[in-house]
């Protein structure tokens, strides 16, 4: 049974970082383009990342472009999404998953950015 948790959440200032991880149990997330999600109340779940396989190019959502990173640990079976130069835009609850959604979701990790 695959399981993700996320972690790395909290409550900071804007201009500052954070960084994000998602540790997946159950799967290998080495072999699999892994998302990272934001959900802000009353909205739909957005792609905002992508960490690719090979040398497929990563997305990154324009609001993010130059401030987010995505990438991987595949030892650790662990992504994470380096956060910086926050905005209050970027509050939100941040989930990872497959590319295609394919795992149930993890509980996420509430970040909020205060101006």
């Known amino acids: 049974q695959v399981q993700l948790v996320e972690s790395g959440g909290g409550l900071v200032q804007a201009g500052r970082s954070l960084k994000l991880s998602c540790l997946a149990t159950?799967?290998?997330?080495?072999?699999?383009?892994i998302g990272w999600y934001r959900q802000i109340p009353g909205k739909e779940r957005e792609l905002v990342a992508t960490i690719s396989i090979g040398r497929n190019v990563p997305y990154y959502a324009d609001s993010v472009k130059g401030r987010f990173t995505g990438s991987r640990d595949n030892a650790k079976n662990t992504a994470y999404l380096q956060m910086n130069n926050l905005k209050t835009d970027d509050s939100g609850v941040y989930y990872c998953?497959?590319?295609?959604?394919?795992?149930?979701w993890g509980q996420g990790t509430q970040v909020t950015v205060s101006s």
């Open positions: 159950g799967t290998d997330f080495s072999i699999t383009p």
């Open positions: 998953n497959n590319f295609h959604r394919q795992y149930p």
